[in-house]
């Protein structure tokens, strides 16, 4: 009788965390929820800087929280001309031109610290060359980034950009701690 009761107990409690797990209510409030961020890019204006290929972002937080927004060509919101604050938004433009800043309008899962790395990938065969970026969290503005600075061409077809998460200052100046990736382990056929 004893071992009934003990079968019963284990199945109610299996099902019961069955029930938690397809409810979400293992997960933290902050993953359960999409926040709104504002991405500025400037293309810096050099001659042939701008681009009209497709233009993919991707930032997060030292917490392991990756958003990734791919054709962000489509999330545009406004143009702003860098020397003066007045928006160029009366004609509709495309984004990515020589010597203007865009805003992108973008959702994604919720950064739990500020984010620290920002990458950009250029799909296409125009060359591009942005000039800084930045990502700003509405909702909690402290989750913010600092500007991400390119200066330069971006390679094409491959993500490029800057890591500034787990950095550590010593008295001999600031030392990046080393990413371990794990090894795939390789299946054998018998």
Known sequence: MEIKNRKGF???CFIFLLALLAGGENLPQSMKRNCTYRVTIQTTCTKGAD???HVSLRFGDTKSNDIVVRHLNSKHV???DPLQPVVLDD??????????VDEFQVRGQCVESPVCYLYLKLSGNDDWRPG???VEALEESHLSSRYFYFR????RN???GSDFCDKEVTPFGIRQKKK???KKQETLMP
């Not at 004609?91 to 203007?100: A, D, N």
């Not at 330069?152 to 390679?155: A, C, D, H, S, T």
């Open 180 to 182: 371990a990736y794990a």
């Open 91 to 100: 004609i509709p433009r495309k984004p990515f031109q020589v010597c203007l």
């Open 10 to 12: 284990i199945i109610a």
């Open 132 to 134: 800084f970026a930045q």
């Open 158 to 160: 491959v993500w490029h």
């Open 78 to 80: 406004r143009e702003m």
């Open 51 to 53: 681009t009209s290929d």
């Open 152 to 155: 330069r061409y971006l390679p």
